[in-house]
């Protein structure tokens, strides 16, 4: 019999899934029923469906900072995804909501505050992305990652809690990981991530400079769907994949470095792993520019190198590399002096308090 039903939603990349998943298992222990709100085709659908728990789909019109036909069109989804979701929330009666943003939350967020159902949303990035801005006002708390953050976050809503971390992310087998890649020798292995969808500039500049790289170390390379290089593929001590879920908590386990976008989720994970790692945020003509503000706080606590994607010239990537591997030591000091804060007893405790109040 369970305590409480709680509602999760977010979507639109798997930044915005991640962290809802590493909440279940907690959330279980604690007596609560969970069920999904998600767009009709959004990566969080597949994520969520391969995790057992019951998925609901809404109208989900995207949230755009630019100029775009469908801007027109697409409040109208918002405003459709809003009945649908107070349907859903008509007939399950939920405790609580949580969501992770992404443009489908906004739908919900509104709905459920329409209902009198208190919401807890969590912010990664230091400043609020499009959807909490526009969900905050109807939000019962947000919590977020960086202390940064708080001051961004109005009417004493804000709490900090850092960001959740998948359970598994830390049970990886360093030995299964290297098997996996079918690396045999004792090299260092540097490990690349671009997201969940790819970099291709980061692609690139890895492959420009793969033969230096392999004389130092076996490589581990994530590059996004549609992205390997069919020529590469039989390539020692070079192994690509277009995208990993069961096996990334030991080829994560079995890295020694790792160069990555700076995605707060990522990031975290690599903090609580001690891996030294080399950022290269999105640029802000990709992005809002979240990704420089979360790549320089990491460099400021001395957890992580930074190279600005415009500074990828040259040998410019392989130079950083070798700084990275120079640097090791100093950066994992600096790693194991970082805040040990539970993130997701936090989250959940302002969850528990929010369906008390």
């Given at each position: 019999?369970?305590?409480?039903?709680?509602?999760?939603?977010?979507?639109?990349?798997?930044?915005?899934?991640?962290?809802?998943?590493?909440?279940?298992?907690?959330?279980?222990e604690?007596?609560?029923?969970?069920?999904?709100?998600?767009?009709?085709?959004?990566?969080?659908?597949?994520?969520?469906?391969?995790?057992?728990?019951?998925?609901f789909?809404?109208?989900?019109?995207?949230?755009?900072?630019?100029?775009?036909?469908?801007?027109?069109?697409?409040?109208?989804?918002?405003?459709?995804?809003?009945?649908?979701?107070k349907?859903?929330?008509?007939?399950?009666?939920?405790?609580?909501?949580?969501?992770?943003?992404?443009?489908?939350a906004?739908?919900?967020?509104?709905?459920?505050?329409?209902?009198?159902?208190?919401?807890?949303?969590?912010?990664?990035?230091?400043?609020?992305?499009?959807?909490?801005?526009?969900?905050?006002?109807?939000?019962?708390?947000?919590?977020?990652?960086?202390?940064?953050?708080?001051?961004?976050?109005?009417?004493?809503?804000?709490?900090?809690?850092?960001?959740?971390?998948?359970?598994?992310?830390?049970?990886?087998?360093?030995?299964?990981?290297?098997?996996?890649?079918?690396?045999?020798?004792?090299k260092?292995?540097?490990?690349i991530?671009?997201?969940?969808?790819?970099?291709?500039?980061?692609n690139?500049?890895?492959?420009?400079?793969?033969?230096?790289?392999?004389?130092?170390?076996?490589?581990?390379?994530?590059?996004?769907?549609?992205?390997?290089?069919?020529?590469?593929?039989?390539?020692?001590?070079?192994?690509?994949?277009?995208?990993?879920?069961?096996?990334?908590?030991?080829?994560?386990?079995?890295?020694?470095?790792i160069?990555?976008?700076?995605?707060?989720?990522?990031?975290?994970?690599?903090?609580?792993?001690?891996?030294?790692t080399?950022?290269?945020?999105?640029?802000?003509?990709?992005?809002?520019?979240?990704?420089?503000l979360?790549?320089?706080?990491?460099?400021?606590?001395g957890?992580?190198?930074?190279?600005?994607?415009?500074?990828?010239?040259?040998?410019?990537?392989?130079?950083?590399?070798?700084?990275?591997?120079?640097?090791?030591?100093?950066?994992?000091?600096?790693?194991?002096?970082?805040?040990?804060?539970?993130?997701?007893?936090?989250?959940?405790?302002?969850?528990?308090?929010?369906?008390?109040?």
């Amino acid at each position: 019999m369970y305590k409480y039903k709680i509602i999760m939603t977010g979507g639109g990349t798997a930044g915005h899934v991640t962290p809802n998943l590493a909440l279940v298992p907690s959330l279980k222990e604690k007596g609560f029923e969970i069920k999904y709100i998600g767009s009709k085709d959004g990566i969080e659908k597949e994520i969520i469906k391969k995790s057992d728990i019951s998925y609901f789909e809404i109208s989900s019109g995207k949230l755009r900072r630019y100029f775009d036909v469908k801007n027109f069109s697409d409040p109208f989804k918002v405003l459709k995804g809003i009945i649908d979701a107070k349907r859903i929330l008509n007939k399950e009666k939920p405790d609580v909501i949580f969501s992770k943003g992404g443009f489908v939350a906004v739908p919900v967020v509104i709905a459920a505050y329409l209902k009198n159902i208190p919401v807890v949303a969590h912010e990664s990035d230091i400043t609020p992305g499009l959807a909490n801005k526009l969900s905050a006002p109807f939000c019962t708390k947000l919590c977020v990652t960086f202390r940064e953050s708080l001051k961004f976050v109005k009417e004493d809503k804000g709490v900090l809690t850092g960001s959740p971390i998948r359970k598994e992310i830390l049970n990886g087998d360093k030995n299964k990981g290297k098997e996996f890649c079918n690396f045999t020798d004792e090299k260092e292995i540097l490990l690349i991530m671009g997201g969940s969808l790819g970099s291709k500039v980061i692609n690139r500049e890895i492959r420009k400079n793969l033969e230096l790289l392999l004389k130092e170390f076996n490589i581990i390379h994530i590059c996004g769907k549609d992205n390997l290089d069919i020529n590469l593929l039989n390539k020692k001590g070079y192994k690509q994949f277009e995208y990993v879920t069961e096996e990334l908590p030991h080829l994560m386990k079995a890295s020694d470095y790792i160069i990555s976008r700076a995605g707060a989720n990522s990031i975290f994970e690599f903090l609580e792993l001690k891996k030294p790692t080399l950022l290269i945020p999105l640029s802000k003509k990709a992005s809002r520019g979240d990704q420089i503000l979360n790549a320089n706080s990491f460099k400021n606590e001395g957890y992580s190198l930074v190279l600005e994607e415009e500074e990828l010239q040259k040998d410019a990537l392989y130079k950083k590399i070798i700084e990275l591997k120079s640097k090791k030591s100093e950066l994992i000091k600096a790693m194991d002096r970082g805040d040990g804060k539970n993130s997701i007893d936090c989250i959940i405790n302002v969850i528990l308090e929010s369906i008390k109040k």
